[in-house]
């Protein structure tokens, strides 16, 4: 039995010196000291001797109980004095800041569009990027010779044909819309559709994907006073009233009549002119196409199931970019820029 108390001695000396921490300490502790410990267990061993033998005994196993209770006292005192080797922390220094996201430009502008847009009441509708052409062309009274169906203007999709639809091709405008809204809904419509549109063009002013903002009302007695109220309340809310616009006759194959709107050139403010000698990149004249716009045509009306006996409506489609560009305060002389993916760029905005 001696033996045995001299061995939990020998090995609670060595277990000791391994100790590097206050929880390391206390699992010892448990170990010898505990209940279930090595002291107790010794202790249950013991009462089999004869009675001499087992004081004899009880006293040494209260010694070893004794001096290992106080060599634990002992070392947890030098483990709380010892120096602390962990790294230095100042907490006065200032903090490392969060690099803050923003919203892309063009993302910003379509939430401000649609808010001005849902101000009047318009709802704003999601349609199809892949198109058939008979909703981009066909069903808008465009003929199958008109140059916008050629592929130098509009991206064709390798693919199945349909026999009624045409074949499929990357939306080049908005406006493939008016039909599947026609279809969706009889009237009263008040629509504004925001989306990606794609064109084979490549320069300052033009991007092979870009967006436009398509707006479509179709109700009794909707006349062009509705169409240029509803244009100058958008133009005077996002541009702001320093800007001038004016209304200019046009064609388009899907209104009637049509006239383009357009906007004083805010990098030339008007003039056509960069500096004395220099003309502006982006405009040209002072004057820049803003929209399209007019009423719908009688024919795409009746495309949509819509009587136009009963029904008149208007519609328009902005270039968003464009309408980037020309807004107060960005002086953006290349479209170019706005997807280049250029963070320097984009975070000034
Ligand atoms: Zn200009």
Redesign the pocket.
């Known amino acids: 039995m001696s033996q045995d108390i001299d061995e939990i001695q020998r090995l609670f000396n060595i277990e000791l010196q391994q100790i590097k921490s206050l929880q390391e300490l206390k699992s010892l502790e448990v170990v010898y000291l505990g209940r279930r410990g090595k002291i107790n267990l010794l202790l249950k061993k013991d009462l089999s001797g004869n009675q001499v033998d087992r004081k004899k005994l009880g006293n040494e196993i209260n010694e070893l109980k004794k001096n290992i209770s106080i060599k634990l006292v002992d070392y947890r005192n030098k483990l709380i004095k010892a120096p602390d080797t962990s790294p230095f922390i100042d907490p006065t220094l200032p903090g490392i800041s969060q690099k803050m996201g923003s919203l892309h430009i063009v993302s910003y502008a379509i939430e401000q569009i649609s808010k001005i847009f849902a101000s009047l009441g318009f709802i704003r509708m999601s349609y199809r990027e892949i198109e058939y052409e008979y909703f981009s062309f066909d069903s808008l009274n465009m003929p199958k010779n008109h140059p916008g169906r050629d592929d130098f203007e509009t991206f064709f999709l390798d693919g199945n044909t349909d026999k009624k639809y045409g074949k499929m091709i990357l939306s080049p405008h908005t406006s493939s819309c008016q039909i599947r809204e026609m279809w969706r809904t009889p009237p009263p419509i008040k629509m504004i559709n925001i989306a990606k549109c794609y064109r084979p063009n490549w320069d300052v002013s033009h991007t092979p994907m870009f967006h436009q903002f398509e707006s479509l009302c179709i109700d009794k007695r909707i006349n062009m006073t509705n169409l240029k109220g509803t244009i100058e309340f958008f133009v005077k809310n996002f541009f702001g009233k320093n800007r001038q616009i004016r209304l200019r006759p046009h064609h388009f194959q899907f209104t009637e009549p049509s006239f383009e709107v357009d906007i004083t050139?805010d990098?030339?403010s008007g003039t056509?002119f960069?500096s004395t000698s220099e003309k502006?990149r982006?405009?040209?004249s002072?004057w820049?196409e803003l929209a399209g716009a007019g009423m719908v045509h009688p024919k795409v009306l009746q495309e949509g199931k819509i009587d136009s006996k009963i029904f008149s409506g208007w519609a328009f489609a902005f270039g968003l970019e464009r309408i980037m560009m020309m807004k107060e305060g960005i002086k953006l002389d290349d479209m170019r820029l706005l997807y280049s993916g250029d963070i320097k760029f984009l975070e000034q905005f």
């Open positions: 050139c990098i030339c056509g960069k502006c982006v405009c040209k002072g820049l």
